[in-house]
């Protein structure tokens, strides 16, 4: 029974508290490091995944026996080994099971193990299973305490391997992820034949280059196959330790049939997905994309896939194009992701960041210590059983004086020494003799003892060759290495697609990988030698391996349009001018679906900012805005893509209600001066000057450019420069002049809230925040269709937080100000009714007004109609 502690009588040890967290909290972290969470180099296996194997080992559930419950493999694993939650150490037998998790399962199962679905496996008192081969013959043949060291278990009562003596990198074969404390592992699967052909090299060449190692192999090969589409996440993952992988689903365009006859459909078929993506998952976000708008073409979605293998289909509308809608399934889904390798294992039980090169090369150590272990083992056994098989051989020889003797002594230990003195043998050759059955007197079994000491003699001589040269010893694990490949190895699943990332441009360069050949210097090189066929245009070689370099691509001038329902499209500014709107009409009135609300002119090298409305502003390139003929723009026929679709997804996840605008501003951050600033209002009235250099470090991921409380949200944004007015507006006709200074409005930083502009009444909005000259004039329209302009100088300069003065006599008591527009001569303003009809006028046609005219009546709209949306360029 155990003694109780007295704690009122025993001694006390006074520490400080920070001493005792830190000490604590270091051994709490090496035992998840150690312990838990970390594979080990040599054998690829957590302790979990070690000592569920060890426990079916010890169960004798080899391959070629009946499967046997999981329940009972987990509990003899938690009773004799891991002293843990029976549901972790059924979750990691059942990822050792998965296809679709291990590229080469340890373990193989009887049951419902679940799904890429992400489907749970059926409870381990339903399940079955057993060792699989590779798993059996690559971790478990050669296990033995002579072999690799053993342990106590936690309790010690049993005894359990160290590590187990693998004859293959597991942790390369079936890769391992884990958290651990301040670190984590994410190694990817390989294909076998791959790893060993390098292993091979290594062993003939321990200097090798990262070149010829990297050509053997060449990337990871995930179980669910997929593409990988650039080498530089692989070669940053293989000699730093840790890189980014991008890899994308497979996907073809095919022609589906309808059901409706012989009519077909043009669909797009994903038979492929990345690793570790799960296919419900993707297709619901798919789904919730396409019911937002966010990707636009997709008429049906639907999952037909069975047990051959992954097959969604994807139909779409007859005007979409194929091409874009699966460039917009590849951005904003996770159809193409990456994959973040950190290649971290424990080497000699710390843990490590490694190589390739450095991970083969601790494999190759521990597999060599193995064998010499094994080999001398293998020795010492031939050598006491030669030992023994010489001794019978000298009895047989001394036959009667071994019978005298045996006549003669009056018991066992008496004959035993005298087999020792008289016939010289040792003492476990004494007891072999005594122990020696009548039989081994025929003829017949001293030829058979003398054939097996031939053989002995043999092994013992090839042993000893093999311990006292390792070139012979190494030529062995070759020999070993190529019987494991030709018996486990299969074709590679996932698709490297050579591309290489251009200096001057975003998108790829696609390089084929036919066996072909690239011209550089009027000299062919071979496929071999990395040369590579490049499909893309402006690409000079720069040198015949890797080394690809863009030319710069041709300056354009371009037009960029954006439209009232969130599309943009860029047109060659060639030309454009005859298709623009003719604004020399007084009024003009179409029936449309979507209308364009502002127009850009820039170059194909500039870089447009977007402004979204959580306050973060997102750089693109003009030259990726999808282009379109000046003939299809007149023709309709080409309406541009979702801009949403070409920001990344990170910035449309925090806009939960489809419905709202997510883009509230646009403009060409190259051809802003450096003297313009960011002018932005927020719904709430709070407003905030931003310097345009502060936007000089823009990311793709995209910065902040205002602090945002969660009730507030950036609504409107213009550019201005000192001197110029900054003119807000309410739905209650009232006006705020402020003038662009530094007291007026002075400068903030990034990470700022802004000030309050002014403050709104009960049912009051902002409706309208414009900048402008000192000179310029105003136009003012409500929802009833009065408009009027006035001139900035009839507003008196304000300071912040003032309430403005109002300058709309409002006819109708149930009207209110829908919008303002800085006016000019060369300025269209559209109008959109609740109706969805579109009204277009010339801002300066409209008549000056004072500020305390009603206004008058620019359009005729119907006994409900009312304008809700004015916008001007």
């Known amino acids: 029974m155990a003694k109780k502690l007295n704690l009122l009588s025993g001694k006390v040890i006074t520490t400080s508290l920070h001493t005792e ?39 004798g559930l080899t391959p070629d026996r009946p499967f046997r419950k999981c329940a009972r493999v987990v509990g003899d694993v938690l009773g004799k080994y891991h002293p843990h939650g029976d549901q972790a150490v059924y979750d990691a037998m059942v990822r050792m099971i998965q296809n679709f998790s291990s590229r080469y399962p340890l373990l193989d199962g009887h049951g419902n193990f679940g799904s890429i679905d992400n489907d749970p496996a059926a409870a381990m008192r339903y399940t079955e299973s057993r060792l699989a081969s590779i798993g059996n013959e690559g971790l478990l043949t050669q296990i033995s305490e002579a072999i690799v ?19 293959l990198p597991f942790l390369l074969l079936n890769g391992s992820s884990g958290i651990a404390v301040g670190m984590a592992t994410n190694v990817p699967p390989h294909n076998l034949g791959e790893v060993v052909d390098g292993l091979i090299a290594l062993i003939d060449n321990p200097n090798i280059s990262d070149q010829k190692l990297f050509e053997l192999i060449p990337g990871p090969d995930f179980p669910t196959g997929g593409e990988i589409v650039s080498t530089d996440g692989i070669i940053d993952t293989y000699t730093k330790g840790r890189g980014s992988i991008p890899m994308r689903g497979v996907a073809t365009i095919e022609q589906v049939p309808t059901g409706r006859g012989r009519r077909t459909k043009t669909a797009i078929v994903v038979t492929e997905l990345p690793f570790q993506v799960n296919k419900a998952g993707w297709i619901e976000k798919t789904a919730d994309l396409v019911n937002a708008g966010k990707i636009e073409g997709i ?54 960041q490694l190589s390739l090169r450095t991970l083969l090369q601790e494999f190759l150590n521990f597999r060599e210590e193995t064998l010499t272990r094994h080999y001398t083992h293998e020795l010492q056994i031939a050598q006491a059983r030669s030992h023994i098989v010489a001794g019978l051989l000298t009895a047989l020889k001394e036959l009667d004086r071994v019978i005298d003797i045996l006549r003669n002594a009056p018991d066992g230990n008496t004959a035993k020494v005298s087999f020792q003195e008289s016939l010289g043998l040792s003492e476990n050759q004494a007891d072999a003799i005594l122990a020696m059955p009548m039989r081994r007197l025929t003829g017949l079994e001293k030829q058979k003892l003398e054939e097996e000491h031939e053989q002995l ?40 697609i050579d591309q290489i990332k251009l200096k001057n441009a975003d998108d790829f360069a696609s390089i084929s990988q036919q066996k072909k050949y ?59 001018e ?92 190259n051809e802003a001066k450096e003297n313009k600033d960011l002018i932005m209002l927020t719904q709430n009235g ?39 007015q900054v003119v807000l507006a309410t739905s209650g006709g009232r006006l705020l ?78 009207d209110i100000l829908a919008g303002i527009v800085a006016s000019s001569s060369n300025v269209l303003v559209q109008v959109l009714t609740t109706d969805g009809r579109v009204f277009g006028m010339i801002a300066d046609r409209v008549k000056v007004d004072q500020q305390d005219d009603h206004g008058h009546r620019l359009l005729k709209l119907g006994a409900k109609e009312k304008i809700i949306k004015v916008v001007g360029y």
Do not use: W
């Open 737 to 814: 002049r402020l003038q662009i200074d530094d007291e007026k409005l002075p400068l903030m930083g990034r990470a700022a809230q802004g000030s309050q502009a002014t403050r709104l009444r009960k049912q009051e909005e902002l409706v309208g925040c414009v900048t402008l000259d000192i000179g310029s004039n105003l136009l003012l329209v409500s929802q009833h269709s009065y408009g009027k302009q006035i001139p900035v100088t009839a507003l008196r300069v304000a300071n912040r937080g003032g309430i403005g003065q109002n300058v709309f006599q409002f006819t109708r008591q149930d």
């Open 518 to 576: 690239l011209e550089a210097g009027n000299k062919e090189i071979d496929i071999k030698t990395k040369g590579r066929v490049i499909k893309s245009k402006n690409i000079t070689v720069k040198s015949p391996i890797l080394t690809l370099e863009a030319a710069p691509p041709p300056t354009e001038k371009v037009v960029i349009e954006f439209s009232h329902r969130g599309y943009v499209r860029r047109i060659p500014a060639k030309g454009f």
């Open 149 to 167: 060291d053993f342990t106590n278990n936690f309790d010690g009562s049993q005894q359990e391997p160290k590590v187990l003596p693998a004859q």
């Open 457 to 496: 003699m043999g092994k013992i001589q090839e042993l000893e060759n093999l311990l006292g040269d390792r070139h012979q010893l190494l030529k062995a694990l070759k020999k070993e290495l190529r019987t494991l490949k030709r018996k486990y190895n299969d074709p590679r699943r996932t698709r490297i």
């Open 21 to 59: 967290m830190q000490q604590s909290y270091l051994e709490y972290a090496m035992s998840v490091i150690v312990g838990r969470a970390l594979p080990d180099v040599r054998d690829g296996q957590k302790p979990v995944h070690r000592r569920i194997i060890y426990a079916m080992h010890e169960l």
């Open 299 to 352: 008429a049906d979605l639907r999952d037909e896939s069975d047990r051959s293998g992954i097959r969604v289909v994807i139909e779409l509308k007859r005007e979409a194009d194929p091409s874009v809608v699966l460039h917009h399934l590849y951005r904003n889904t996770d159809l193409l992701s990456k994959f973040g390798a950190i290649m971290l294992a424990l080497v000699n039980g710390q843990p490590q």
């Open 578 to 669: 005859k298709y623009k709107i003719d604004k020399k009409s007084h009024i003009t009135m179409e029936n449309s679906e979507d209308f364009t609300t502002n127009i850009i002119e820039a170059t194909t090298d500039k870089t447009l900012v977007l402004l979204t409305r959580t306050g973060k502003a997102y750089p693109l390139k003009v030259n990726n805005i999808p282009s379109a003929s000046n003939r299809s723009t007149i023709r309709n026929e080409n309406k541009g893509v979702p801009l949403v679709t070409l920001l990344p997804p990170s910035a449309t996840k925090e806009i939960t209600d489809a419905r709202k605008e997510i883009i509230i501003g646009q403009f060409i951050l």
């Open 686 to 724: 709070k407003i905030k000057r931003l310097c345009l250099s502060d936007l000089s470090d823009m990311r793709n991921r995209g910065v902040t450019v205002i602090k945002l409380k969660e009730d507030d949200e950036l609504r409107y944004v213009s550019l201005g420069k000192t001197g110029e």
